[in-house]
């Protein structure tokens, strides 16, 4: 081969907002089953929000009996945004069916952005501590970040949000409903007071299942909500990443323009309508977590040494009052329990807990008892 000189170095070109970022890559359970010379299958893994149950009998019949492999999928998954209709009671005009919630709020990120030519949207509101994606996608997006953290009590801080309003420049603000990692729900008086700002309020009801609270039928009435819901939690299909958004009808123009053709693969959509079509079995499930979740939160709260907060989603977010979250990863993970740790600023000594089958729950929260019980005499 010749000897040639390349007239560009490609990694020194990747863009900067990249090299800023994260990997996400959390480790996947084998490995981790590896890691702690534990079988897979007796670990707890109590660490994303999943549904300890699974897909609905319906879901599961539904794929296997699925036969189109070959063929490619509905691009606008035509039959599963009608039943979504149904079930979220709005008309189908204002749903989009997408890839997980996650594609979702890229989407409406690259549908906001600022074009060459300016216009668009370049800010973006995060209220921490929520879901780490919004902020993440704000920085793929080349947009602004502005930051409001939520207060004492994990509301959103609505001076502080108005505050930054107040120059009358429009930006897009992120809220979860329930939030993540705290599980509590946004009321209805600061809803209305977000959306009366120049705001577009993205309301993110990932968990609304657990709190039989959505806001979905607003939309129709209201020119900038925007509701992103999932099948990933309630339906147990985390892993077909199937999610939705509930759009003002005037944006669906452009939104079906921007996204990916195939964004939602044929089981995904196969076993969405499958949940749908036999709701009533997926939702026992989710009044099951929630009667678990209750039960599992007096449990908690009656641990000394852990701060327990009430949750209206399908986890529980605790802060530790002694020891710290190494040592009670070290502790938890020797009994094949996976939690989730945060460990940073605000969320130093915090974790969060998702709600499992009653038994694992007893079991996660012995081990957490004996480890605060531990932690108070050392
Ligand atoms: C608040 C919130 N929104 C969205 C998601 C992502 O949902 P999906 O699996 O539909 O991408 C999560 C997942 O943990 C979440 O916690």
């Not at 999943?50 to 999928?73: F, I, K, M, V």
């Not at 499930?285 to 701060?307: M, N, P, Q, W």
């Amino acid at each position: 081969m010749e000897d040639s000189q390349t007239l560009i170095s490609p990694t020194d070109l990747v863009g900067d907002r990249v090299r800023g970022l994260q990997e996400y890559a959390p480790e996947p359970l084998g490995e981790t089953a590896q890691r702690l010379g534990l079988p897979p299958e007796s670990l707890i893994k109590a660490d994303a929000n999943e549904n300890p149950y699974g897909p609905t009998p319906a879901a599961l019949r539904a794929l296997a009996a699925y036969d189109s492999y070959h063929r490619y999928p509905d691009p606008v998954s035509r039959r599963l945004a009608a039943r979504i209709a149904e079930y979220v009671g709005v008309p189908q005009e204002h749903i989009l069916v997408a890839n997980g919630s996650d594609e979702l709020i890229d989407l409406i990120l690259r549908l906001f952005r600022p074009g060459r030519n300016g216009g668009g949207i370049a800010e973006i509101i995060d209220c921490p501590p929520t879901f780490g994606m919004y902020s993440f996608y704000g920085a793929t997006n080349d947009m602004s970040v502005v930051s409001v953290p939520r207060l004492e009590d994990y509301q959103l801080d609505m001076q502080g949000i108005a505050a930054i309003c107040s120059d009358q420049r429009p930006r897009i603000l992120f809220a979860a409903s329930p939030n993540n990692p705290d599980g509590r729900l946004l009321d209805s008086d600061s809803l209305n007071a977000l959306l009366g700002l120049p705001l577009l309020v993205v309301l993110d009801e990932a968990y609304v299942e657990f709190a039989a609270c959505s806001r979905s039928t607003w939309v129709p009435e209201r020119e900038n909500l925007i509701v992103l819901r999932t099948f990933s939690k309630w339906a147990g299909l985390a892993g077909l990443r199937v999610g939705y958004g509930i759009f003002p009808s005037a944006l669906m123009p452009s939104l079906w323009r921007l996204k990916s053709p195939y964004n939602v693969n044929g089981p995904a959509q196969t076993a969405a309508l499958a949940t749908l079509e036999s709701a009533d079995e997926a939702l026992a499930r989710v009044r099951r977590i929630v009667s678990d979740r209750e039960a599992f939160y007096l449990r908690l709260e009656g641990i000394s040494g852990l701060r327990v907060f009430p949750s209206q989603a399908n986890y529980i977010m605790c802060t530790l009052q002694s020891g710290t979250l190494a040592e009670l990863k070290e502790h938890m993970e020797a009994r094949g329990i996976l939690l989730r740790y945060y460990g940073q600023g605000r969320l130093e000594s915090t974790l969060r807990i998702s709600v499992d089958t009653p038994e694992r729950n007893e079991t996660i929260a012995c081990a957490l008892a004996e480890f605060v019980a531990g932690a108070r005499t050392r």
